[in-house]
């Protein structure tokens, strides 16, 4: 399965954290601050769409509200194989030792 950097990033943070449900706004770290600062609207709609292309992947469940046209994601919580995915990332991020 293809997954874009800031997915990794995503996968990464829910795995990595104590509290397992992670909020939108904790994804904002992603991306610089002088990025951010300009383009605030811009980066909130790709990590949404990341996220709900996560979601329809099984990767993540979503908590929030749905309307008749939009998802309004307040938090997000990785499935089984979001949490296999997150673990392959991580071993293959940790450099291996040189055998001698």
Known sequence: MRLSGLQKYILNQCYLSRNKAKTKADFYDFYSTKELEKNKRNIA????????????????????????????????????????????????????LPIK
């Open 45 to 96: 709609d790709v990590i949404h769409r990341s996220l709900e292309s996560m979601v329809i992947k099984d990767l993540l469940i979503a908590y929030g509200k749905k309307t008749s046209q939009k998802w309004f994601i307040q938090k997000v919580v990785l499935t089984g194989q979001g949490k296999r995915i997150a673990k392959e990332i991580i071993k293959k991020k940790q450099r291996k």
